[in-house]
Every structure is written in structure tokens, then in C-alpha cells.
T-cell receptor, first 110, second 112 residues
């Protein structure tokens, strides 16, 4: 069984569109995250959710909004997509510091 | 700002040799971890070392931590072709909700 699953795996869309990436974890972890990996493979945290409360927002544009309907889900909604948003987005959950990552969503904005 | 810096950025060795990667960080930490990322895949947790630990082993992996120098090393012994991947160190300040701060990674290539 997949521990952290995110969909879709690939997403190609035009500038200006609004899109969502879904994430679900079946590990029972209290904390979930979204990370962005750029073309140089640099990973940076975007958001952290703990028991449905936003803990961190690391200078991410407000076009990005995380939504957590329950403890097992943390979706990422992006408005007015820009070329610079092209990257791989990873969802993760953690317990005692160890993080479990999804397979990533490769977003390409054209 | 980036917390971790891996060194080297790329490493190519022959199968069977040992591979050593280093990581430096800037601020105080609670834990330091190493992750592996195969091409086009997510990150897989390899090993976690706490700030009060100096060395840890897991199978063919050996991690050291020197908090006075704010550095860590990952040694993979008897490398295999399947070890080809990017390796990242990541630090946290504790609490879990802060998330991880990653370095730029070392791309390791094991030549058969």
C-alpha cells in the first residue's frame, strides 16, 4: 500500500490556469508538507500542516494555497499559474522527524 | 537561505568502491537526515542522526555528525549499481512542524 500518494504525477497546463494537486497519507501522521523541487533539484519547503492548522508558509506567493479537508489529506491549489511555477512538487508526512514523501507531481506551465 | 551544502555535487565511482558524501549546515539542528532520490522518483529516507549522536550505522551506510563543525558525512560501503541516485542531507530544528531544510544534493553514479 502506498504510504503517501499524490495525483496527478504529471500536469501540463497553460499560463493563467488554476490547478490542484491532491495528496493523501495513510500513515496516521499528524504533520504534512508540500515541498517544491526546482530544475536544479533544490528542495524547499512550502507549507506545513499540523492537525489541520497551517504552521509554516515559507514566503510562497499567495497564489498557492494548501487545503486540508482532514488529517490524511493536504491538497495544493495554485491560481494563475506562471512559467516559473514549473517544478516538481512533493507532498510528505512525518513522524518523529522522519519524512515520507510522495512520488512527486511534475508541473509544466506552458 | 539554504541550510545544507553537499560536497561533492557529483561523484562517479566503480562498483564495489566506497562512496563518501559530505554535508555542511549553518544553524543549530535537532536532527540530521540523509535521503536518496532515484531519477524521477520521490525521496526515500535512509538514516537519521540526532544532534547528540556522533555516528550511526545502517547496513552499508555509515553517517557521522560533527556539531562543532556543523558537518555530516554519509559513507556507502561496497557500492552497487543500484546505489546510483542523488543523495540529500536535511536538517530540522525539532518539533516536526518546521519541516526539513535540504542541501543541494550529491549525484552519485556507480559504474558497473
Amino acid at each position: 500500500d502506498t504510504a503517501v500518494s499524490q495525483t496527478p504525477k504529471y500536469l501540463v497546463t497553460q499560463m493563467g490556469n488554476d490547478k490542484s494537486i491532491k495528496c493523501e497519507q495513510n500513515l496516521g501522521h499528524d504533520t504534512m508538507y508540500w515541498y517544491k523541487q526546482d530544475s536544479k533539484k533544490f528542495l524547499k519547503i512550502m507549507f506545513s500542516y499540523n492537525n489541520k492548522e497551517l504552521i509554516i508558509n515559507e514566503t510562497v506567493p499567495n497564489r498557492f494555497s494548501p487545503k486540508s479537508p482532514d488529517k490524511a489529506h493536504l491538497n495544493l491549489h495554485i491560481n494563475s499559474l506562471e512559467l516559473g511555477d514549473s517544478a516538481v512538487y512533493f507532498c510528505a508526512s512525518s513522524i518523529r522527524g522522519e519524512a515520507f514523501f510522495g512520488q512527486g507531481t511534475r508541473l509544466t506551465v506552458v | 537561505s539554504q541550510q545544507g551544502e553537499e560536497d561533492p555535487q557529483a561523484l562517479s565511482i566503480q562498483e564495489g568502491e566506497n562512496a563518501t558524501m559530505n554535508c555542511s549546515y549553518k544553524t543549530s539542528i535537532n536532527n540530521l537526515q540523509w535521503y536518496r532520490q532515484n531519477s524521477g522518483r520521490g525521496l526515500v529516507h535512509l538514516i537519521l542522526i540526532r544532534s547528540n549522536e556522533r555516528e550511526k550505522h545502517s547496513g552499508r551506510l555509515r553517517v557521522t555528525l560533527d556539531t562543532s563543525k556543523k558537518s555530516s558525512s554519509l559513507l556507502i560501503t561496497a557500492s552497487r549499481a543500484a546505489d546510483t541516485a542523488s543523495y540529500f542531507c536535511a536538517t530540522d530544528k525539532g518539533g516536526g512542524a518546521d519541516g526539513l531544510t535540504f542541501g543541494k544534493g550529491t549525484h552519485l553514479i556507480i559504474q558497473p
